[in-house]
Antibody, heavy 120, light 113 residues
Framework: EVQLVQSGAEVKKPGTTVKISCKISGHTFTDYCIHWVQQAPGKGLEWMGL????????IYAEKFQSRVTITADTSTGTAYMELSSLRSEDTALYYC?????????????WGQGTLVTVSS | DIVMTQSPDSLAVSLGERATINCKSSQSVLYISNNKNYLAWYQQKPGQPPKLLIYWASTRESGVPDRFSGSGSGTDFTLTISSLQAEDVAVYHCQQYFSTPLTFGGGTKVEIK
């Protein structure tokens, strides 16, 4: 069974950095891309970017390009999303998701979400 | 970027009745070489992550009840719940995976009338 388990909720001050983890089990880590999706309170879903764990290649949404870094540790089967220069608008649920075998395929499995609260 | 526009924002349907959600893309998500529409639908229940319901615009994910169906091509798509059940109360999102950045519609909230 494929499982994506994310790290716990975070409370951060404006201007700081948050790093969220997503541990994947039940499949070969390097066979799929891992995506990150933001969902602000009461809002829709916004794609942030992806990583191909096989070669470490990343693609970022322009909105987040300057502040987000997505990495993957193939030895532990864990992906990470780091968001810097946090502001109140970054308060949101962050999901990792696994696609179906390539970046242009649907998001087949999702993590449970990690709530990040940015507050002074 | 491909903009996805869903309508309505919300709808209330009686149990056993049909619910129809529309999704329009700002450009075609039909890939001519394989004749596939790069369009997915997700269901998100309160407090849960999204769940993949339909991909390639009309293919149901394994385990999804057949009361859910997807249709459309090019730029106009529809998700239909043929006979609404109580457990279908959720927000439904369409998404294009034709090109990056992947983009989602704003979501449609389905409630019981």
């Amino acid at each position: 069974e494929v499982q994506l388990v994310q790290s716990g909720a975070e409370v951060k001050k404006p201007g700081t950095t948050v790093k969220i983890s997503c541990k994947i089990s039940g499949h070969t880590f390097t066979d799929y891309c891992i995506h990150w999706v933001q969902q602000a309170p009461g809002k829709g879903l916004e794609w942030m970017g992806l990583i191909d764990p096989d070669d470490g290649d990343t693609i970022y949404a322009e909105k987040f390009q300057s502040r987000v870094t997505i990495t993957a540790d193939t030895s532990t089967g864990t992906a990470y999303m780091e968001l810097s220069s946090l502001r109140s608008e970054d308060t949101a649920l962050y999901y990792c998701a696994k696609d179906d075998g390539g970046p242009l395929l649907p998001l087949e499995y999702w993590g449970q979400g990690t709530l990040v609260t940015v507050s002074s | 970027d491909i903009v996805m526009t869903q309508s309505p924002d919300s709808l209330a349907v009686s149990l056993g009745e049909r619910a129809t959600i529309n999704c329009k893309s700002s450009q075609s998500v039909l890939y001519i070489s394989n004749n596939k529409n790069y369009l997915a639908w997700y269901q998100q229940k309160p407090g849960q992550p999204p769940k993949l319901l339909i991909y390639w615009a009309s293919t149901r994910e394994s385990g999804v009840p057949d009361r859910f169906s997807g249709s459309g091509s090019g730029t106009d798509f529809t998700l239909t719940i043929s006979s609404l059940q109580a457990e279908d109360v959720a927000v439904y999102h369409c998404q294009q995976y034709f090109s990056t950045p992947l983009t989602f519609g704003g979501g449609t909230k389905v409630e019981i009338k």
